[in-house]
């Protein structure tokens, strides 16, 4: 099993993938900051957790670091937040499979850009487990998982402007996998590679790529805000609290039973 990078990497110039890495990697820190400055992610979430300070109870540093690491754990190693087992596994199999092909990637090409003999036989295997992991869960998702495919009916060519991560992903992805598979020489499937990736990259400010990075801090306010008893000021999801009950808007859910609702649950969204 080569080094498909180390081939390629003959025929470039001295440098060319490495520095080409090196811009992609720019490319998201600098579309990630635009993204969390223009949307003001970040703003939002320092004035929350300053309100929420004076709302509820002060935590302490143990307890603080018990959420920190339930957050890391639950939200952002197991995808917790997502309560459909379908979708959970396709985006763990995302999400694992490109941080493998990611690492694999930059070994291979930081690490052995010379002889493709010399790269050890585990780098080129992480980074075909990973793209397979990435292709797998991203046309599972595509063609069978997506809200508007599978509960809506709607088609899966359709396409909008929030599907511009999840196709440049697997655009980038499987032409990277079919060049391999080719040899790792330079020809048009190489530059059509490069292509997707650089749309991968460079559209961060435009797709959901961003929320990969603030997400974990979202799940770990929204942990914070229920253990010092503010909530963000909402009512809990679970009636047991009394005066949560009285807070609720409805006043026919005050005193409801706690399974209450659940119901559409029992059945999936299919009736198109």
Known sequence: MLNPFAVAGASLPAGFLQGFLVVMALAVVLGTLFDIVHK????YFFANMRNSRGR???LGGGELASIAVQTAVVDVLASG???NARRRVAHLLGMYGFVLYVVATAVMVFGYPGEPMATPRIWPLLWW?????VMIGGYWFWFFIRVDVAAEGH???RLAKADLFVLSLLASVTLGAIWAA???GVGLVFWLYLLATVVLFGGVPWSKFAHMFFKPAAAFDK??????????????????DPA????HSMELLRNAPMDMGLGIKREAPRHY
């Open 40 to 43: 003001g992610s970040a703003r």
């Open 56 to 58: 509820g109870r002060e």
């Open 81 to 83: 937040e997502f309560c």
């Open 129 to 133: 487990i990973g793209a397979w992991m």
């Open 155 to 157: 088609s899966p060519l």
């Open 182 to 184: 080719l040899g790792g």
């Open 223 to 240: 942990r914070v805000s229920r253990a010092n008893g503010s909530a963000e000021n909402l009512p809990t999801q679970t009636r047991d």
């Open 244 to 247: 949560q009950q009285q807070r």
